[in-house]
């Protein structure tokens, strides 16, 4: 099978920013998206039929949307057009007594509990993974960063694999499951990588892997198509993207414009890198597992395996040498400060603050809901 790639202008950016929506009161979900969706849809008249708004978008349960940007040339501009959508979203869900939350998971809300939307590839995901695939009241952010040439997308996958565990412990915001708390700064990235499809990325060396991986799945009716190959970095040939999908849901702009800086200057130094002689040198499997797993359960307090030969450092540590490393390519990308604001995120990531907000209201999770939403909605606000 060939997969034709899509050549995208270099290190360009689309950002998604999946958003529960949950009552202004009690913090509890929502199911009222196809309410929010028809009215944003009537904005814009041109509209016919079935066609989705361009930028807000139906996702697997009823109290979920997602937002997505066009292609941007700089973080910035991506994460505008992110706030102009939340707004447009808002004006709606005000009305309904409703705001927007992002977190990795909902603290409280029984998963097994929450309506799905009524679509084929929905119905068929639930009827395929049962259990496991009504657990999935997860939210995350993706972000995908535009390459010229297929040549580079391998590399971009294997160069974003060996940063997992910083992602995920950066964006780690899901301590919570039903009411309890798991002892994991990241339940979600449990939680999702039980489907067949999501998890772990697997690594090729050269573009043809993919596709033939790719064959062999379609062949054997695991997938579908490539799209439905979720795994936590993966290439999207129809756009012509590397895509970064490991972290938790983000409650502000300003920390998915921190990440989506941090990813785009990866994977700028990785093709500069490359362009220059160099090549992307892979851990092995089972230190990039070994790593996920470690900033699942520690977050920002995980020590991290960096390379082949096994050597080990705080992540935080790591990540601070990083982002002093990566400060020419931001410059040069024009994402100094977002860059930079990772460094915020570093001192207080969203599980602990979670954590922080249970134990000064006496364990009461709504309120854990009503602070990141709070958040959002500020954040939203400029």
Known sequence: MELPFAKSDRSTLGLEWELALVDRQTGDLRSVAERILEAVRREIPELSGDDEHPYVKQELLLNTIELVTDVAQTVDQGVQQLRESAQTVMKHAEPLDVDLYCQGSHPFAPPTKQPVTDKERYNELIERTQW??????????????GLDDVKYAMPAVNALCNYNAHFQALTASSPFWSGEDTGYASNRAL????LPTAGISFQFDEWSG??????????????RDVTEVRWDVRAVPRLGTVEL???????????????????????HDTVQHLDNGGSVTSMPPWYVKEN??????????????????GD???????????????????????????????ETMMKQAGYQRQRKVAETHDGDLRQVVLDSAARTRT???G
């Open 245 to 267: 999908r490991v972290c938790d849901g983000l409650a502000t702009l300003e920390e998915i414009g921190a990440i989506a800086a941090l990813t785009q200057c990866i994977v």
């Open 191 to 194: 939680m999702f990588q039980q």
């Open 379 to 381: 954040s939203i606000n």
């Open 312 to 342: 080990e450092e705080l992540v935080s540590d790591h990540l601070a040498k990083e982002l002093d490393r990566l400060e020419p390519v931001a410059k040069e990308l024009g994402c100094t400060a977002e860059l930079r604001y990772v």
């Open 210 to 223: 993919y596709e033939k991986a790719v064959s062999d799945l379609e062949h054997t009716g695991v997938i």
């Open 292 to 309: 996920k797993w470690r900033a699942a359960r520690y977050g920002m307090d995980a020590i991290i395996i960096l390379n082949e030969n």
């Open 132 to 145: 496991w695939g009504r657990q999935m009241v997860i939210y995350g952010v993706h972000v995908h960063v």
